[in-house]
């Protein structure tokens, strides 16, 4: 294993949350390694006792709303900015491992490199948690909760489980793949469960908007053509989410949701191999939540 791992790693936060919860639901947004800003928001809100009711994550958003339930601050940063040279969990031994670029079992199995996931805390605590995923035969949004679905933790590896790179993760007998496919942004389902208070939190700068190509790409139907219903959902996926990003913004205007997003461009890529990259996002993360604090407390107390 190359050791190689962020310069700074005393910036990233430690403790444990408390089991006291605030009210309103918490959108996570995925991005992969993008998912490191919003890694150090939900340290900054664990380290200030706030602690949403419910959760609910896409992709890298569920991964880390794991560990924001499970009260662990810290967890999800010290895995990714230590181990992004670990070839068992990104590279040649995570593909002869799990036949995929990213070894998802490495984060939920036991093994040297991560401290173990706090199962207790995560199953005790009243906060909802919901992974959003891709049916692949419907091509639809779904969504699996702690303590009504079983399979949850299955839920939230077949949420982050990226398409063309990786299998999709079976759950009673249906194939699932990674919920940005089909809706990267999960607000929508925290208005109709009707919560009043809705903080969202994005892994781009606001202003960002997915290029879309004039011509449309036949890759998924080609590579998906075994599910014509999924890869139709992957080849909008890109103009969804821009709309997505559009009805965010004019929500945000009416004071319906409240967004924390990064203050400048993110360069880093998805699977972004600078770990010095990483760690300044999350520093960007540290920082960025803590000048909005106020105007989320206010917020809350609307």
Known sequence: MNNKKFSRMNSIRRGNASYNTTKGCIVLEGGAFRGLYSEAVLDVLMEKDINFECVVGVSAGALNGVNYVAGQ???????????RYNKEYIGMKAILKSHSLINLDFLFGNNRYIEPLNKRHFY?????FVAVVTNCLTGKTEYFEKG??????KAVKASATMPYISPPVEIGGIPYYDGGCSCKIAYKWAIDEGYDKIIVVKTRDDNFRKEVKDKVSHIPDIVYRKYPEFAKSLAESDINYNRQCDEIQTLREKGRLFVISPSQEVTVDR??????KLGELYELGLKDIKNALPMLMKYLDS
Do not use: W
């Open 73 to 83: 601050i810290g967890r999800s940063a010290r895995i990714n900015l230590k181990n």
């Open 124 to 128: 005790k605590s009243e906060q909802r």
């Open 148 to 153: 009504k679905d079983r399979e949850i933790m």
């Open 271 to 276: 699977v972004e191999r600078n770990v010095e």
